[in-house]
């Protein structure tokens, strides 16, 4: 979240002790909300760490509060384990992946579909961004691989910004996997269809709820990020084909 009060770490002063959770709501929202910009707590549960809470911002953001509503931490949450570093925030949100992709319109995406298909994954894709046009170079290989690819729209820079109006453009144009290809090849797209009703501001919402914080975001269709870019052999293998 672009926002002064989202860093890395975040300390809010509150004047109450011990609170509730629906007081800890209300707490978070009025501080936050002074800053004039509107935020909602979602919802409030227990976290993995004793003495925090994990607090859900405006159904997409999840940071950390103490119970007793004095602090607030934005950051991701990480458990050390014997094979390394796990995600806790990530992990938490591969449920929702899951459910989200199980439910997804296949039929609202940019899909490139693979001969012989053996997977699929879901990428959240800006045609401004450099590593979404290396991988799309190589979505032949990717397909001849086994992989199907459904391309998500994420416009880093926001819906209203020229790569979202670009990628609102190849939403509505009638061969979207050309429309697709042209504008990571050149920025543009050569003929400009009419306007329509395109999802490319729901799907960058949906990329905000499940976590998407850059592009190239890969996932399984299980919910697990795999990535950002990934060479074709390097996809297969994360996705267990090699």
């Known amino acids: 979240m672009k926002a002064a009060w989202s860093a890395a770490a975040v300390a809010i002063l509150f004047t109450l002790p011990a609170l509730a959770s629906?007081?800890?709501?209300?707490?978070?929202?009025?501080?936050?909300?002074?800053t004039g910009q509107p935020v909602q707590v979602t919802a409030v549960e227990a976290s993995p760490i004793k003495g925090l809470l994990e607090v859900e911002l405006n159904g997409a953001e999840r940071l950390l509060a103490s119970e007793d509503g004095r602090y607030l931490i934005a950051g991701e949450l990480f458990e050390l384990g014997e094979r390394g570093p796990v995600s806790v925030t990530d992990r938490r949100l591969e449920g929702e992946r899951q459910k989200a992709f199980a439910d997804?319109?296949?039929?609202?995406?940019?899909?490139?579909?693979?001969?012989?298909e053996k997977a699929e994954v879901m990428v959240f894709t800006d045609p401004s961004c450099g590593y979404c046009r290396r991988l799309h170079e190589e979505i032949d290989e990717i397909n001849a691989a086994g992989i199907t690819v459904h391309?998500?729209?994420?416009?880093?820079?926001?819906?209203?910004?020229?790569?979202?109006?670009?990628?609102e453009q190849v939403w509505c144009a009638k061969d979207r996997q050309t429309a697709m290809?042209?504008?990571?090849?050149?920025?543009?797209?050569?003929?400009?269809?009419?306007?329509?009703?395109?999802?490319?501001a729901e799907q960058y919402a949906l990329g905000g709820r499940l976590?998407?914080?850059g592009t190239p975001a890969v996932f399984s269709m299980q919910g697990k990020q795999l990535g950002g870019y990934l060479p074709p052999t390097k996809l297969a293998e994360a996705l267990g084909l090699r």
């Open 151 to 167: 391309y998500l729209a994420f416009p880093r820079a926001n819906v209203g910004s020229p790569t979202g109006q670009l990628m």
């Open 104 to 116: 997804f319109d296949m039929a609202q995406t940019v899909t490139f579909k693979a001969p012989s």
């Open 211 to 213: 976590g998407v914080r």
């Open 22 to 34: 629906d007081e800890v709501k209300k707490r978070i929202e009025q501080s936050l909300g002074a």
């Open 181 to 200: 290809t042209e504008s990571k090849r050149t920025g543009s797209i050569t003929e400009k269809p009419p306007a329509c009703d395109n999802p490319v």
